[in-house]
């Protein structure tokens, strides 16, 4: 199932700069319209990731459920090519994130079901490696892709690559039906030699300790899902954008740049994924998010600091370097952020509190990346990514505290 995953998540990374890029040169739209265009597929993730949350509670993980979700994302993908208007384009870009929505909380909730939970951590660390490499790849195969169609004069690139991107996130969905192998049990696990609670008070005092109360659960949900998330990622979507931005405008690197930087972004988070997965075991999901969050602050404040220092020979290296610590950072989080919020709950809640934690993280990234653009302009971006760098820390000291 991961490679699977990983050709979902490469078609995935690139469909969503690819419809800016459609929006931008096919359709002919405003910088307003694309940065609506670019929200609507936002928009559509968080309410479906919220959505499936909720029904996770009637549904059961199975192979059937992830195969048709990666089905039907392939649908709007399809749809994409064919639009002729931003209005359409603001719709079909709405399921595209709908859509993708469902195999991202879908897949790891199924694989943590075939696991104990001490093995969840490895799970999500996979799945944070194969999604950055596939994201890499894909990225790298569609800017490869436009810049040899154009240098051979050829039209249709865009087109092309929706057609492309769909056909291989039908193939990834084959890929999870036809997935055979065997996941081996933890050593030393016998469930038959588990004592039976016969004492009634017993029973209520254990009850009570693996079922707490909706209040106990909600107050859970409300604190650990979705507050601390979205305060911290709101820090890390906002030192993202900044970051780019200054890449862009402060060091006036060309996009070719940029787009090398992105790959070393996303490279950087793959070599993190599967080694924080298997760390989890070491040390607690907490504990390690706690190690990445403060690694994180460092790098944007070294990226702030660069900001308010000339322009040198020195500069491009240690923005390579300090931009790579913040997509190591960023593996680090793709496994610690969702073991740290389904980790202290039962496992019939583990799929709502993927989902929760999936739309919360997403749409608060996408407000900083929001409120980059507009602070950047007005106060200079090593001021953002400062205060990007406090948020964190907010974020951070929060956490420990509750």
């Known amino acids: 199932m991961y490679p699977s995953y990983g050709l979902y998540q490469a078609s995935s990374s690139a469909v969503d700069v690819l419809t800016v890029v459609f929006g931008a040169k096919i359709l002919q ?66 399921l595209i994130g709908a859509t ?9 909730w199924y694989l943590c079901q075939q696991v104990p939970r001490s093995r969840w951590g490895e799970v999500f660390g996979k799945l944070s490696a194969v999604g950055a490499l596939g994201g890499a790849l894909g990225t790298v195969f569609a800017f490869g892709w436009l810049f040899a169609r154009e240098s051979w004069g ?41 004592p039976r609670i016969e004492d009634s008070a017993t029973r209520r005092i254990v009850g009570s300790a693996l079922d707490p109360s909706p209040a106990s659960v909600f107050r859970d949900v409300w604190v650990v ?31 070719g740049a940029v787009f090398a930087f992105v790959l070393l972004f996303r490279l950087a988070s793959w ?73 202290p709950v039962p496992e019939r809640h583990q799929g709502m509190a993927i989902g929760l934690f999936n739309g919360v993280s997403v749409g608060a990234a996408g407000v900083g990346a929001w409120l980059a653009g507009v602070f950047g302009q007005e106060f200079g971006f090593a001021v953002v990514l400062a205060i990007s760098a406090g948020i964190m820390a907010a974020a951070l000291w929060l956490h420990q505290r509750y």
């Open 100 to 108: 993708t929505a469902v195999p991202n909380s879908a897949l790891p």
């Open 271 to 343: 070599s993190t994924s599967n080694p924080t997965g298997h760390l989890v075991a070491k040390f607690t999901p907490l504990r390690l998010h706690q190690m990445a969050s403060v690694w994180r602050i460092l790098s944007v404040l070294g990226i702030a600091m660069l900001a308010l220092t000339p322009v040198g020979v020195w500069s491009l290296a240690a923005a390579a370097a300090l931009f790579a610590l913040c997509g190591a950072t960023h593996g680090a989080f793709g496994v610690t952020g969702p073991s740290t919020s389904t980790d």
């Open 154 to 194: 050829l039209g249709g690139a865009e087109h092309g690559l929706f057609v492309t991107f769909g056909v291989a996130t039908l193939l990834s969905a084959l890929g999870i039906w036809y997935a055979v192998g065997t996941i081996p049990k933890e050593r030393g696990t016998n469930t038959a030699k588990l």
């Open 29 to 94: 739209g405003t910088t307003s319209n694309l940065g609506l265009l670019d929200a609507a597929s936002n928009f559509g993730f968080i309410f479906a990731s919220f959505g499936f949350g909720y029904l996770t509670r009637r549904l059961a993980p199975s192979r059937p459920l992830l195969a048709a979700s990666l089905a039907l994302c392939a649908i709007p993908v399809f749809l994409f090519a064919a639009t002729g208007t931003m209005g359409l384009a603001y719709v079909v870009a709405l």
């Open 225 to 255: 899902y979705t507050v601390l998330p979205a305060i911290l990622f709101l820090g890390i979507g906002m030192s993202y954008t900044a970051s780019v931005l200054y890449l862009l405008q402060g060091l006036g690197l060309s996009s």
